[in-house]
Nanobody, 118 residues
Framework: QVQLVESGGGLVQAGGSLRLSCTASGPMFKTNTMAWFRRGPGKQREFVAVISSGGATNYADSVKGRFTISRDNAKNTMYLQMISLKPEDTGEYLC????????????WGQGTQVTVSS
């Protein structure tokens, strides 16, 4: 069974930066697509960014040019570097393993809260 643990969330002012991490247990990380999703206050969960096992990436239009997804297979860890944060980026950020590109897979982390103040 895979466990995903996110970290790195917090409170930041608009224009600031944060780096989220997601560490996976077990061997599935290296061969699976990983993704970040988020759920804003009163909103449905939405896709943020995805990275394939080979390193190909894709982003939601709302974060292109501001967020960068990456992975370190040696550490079983995925990252989301976020810059120029906006209040609308506020939400719970969820790590996902095993999806098909922008469609999530079955494994989720518990989430890490990002709050961007104006």
């Amino acid at each position: 069974q895979v466990q995903l643990v996110e970290s790195g969330g917090g409170l930041v002012q608009a224009g600031g930066s944060l780096r989220l991490s997601c560490t996976a247990s077990g061997p599935m990380f290296k061969t699976n697509t990983m993704a970040w999703f988020r759920r804003g206050p009163g909103k449905q969960r939405e896709f943020v960014a995805v990275i394939s096992s080979g390193g190909a990436t894709n982003y939601a239009d709302s974060v292109k040019g501001r967020f960068t997804i990456s992975r370190d297979n040696a550490k079983n860890t995925m990252y989301l570097q976020m810059i120029s944060l906006k209040p609308e980026d506020t939400g719970e950020y969820l790590c996902n393993l095993g999806g098909r590109w922008k469609l999530p897979g079955d494994y989720w982390g518990q989430g890490t809260q990002v709050t961007v103040s104006s």
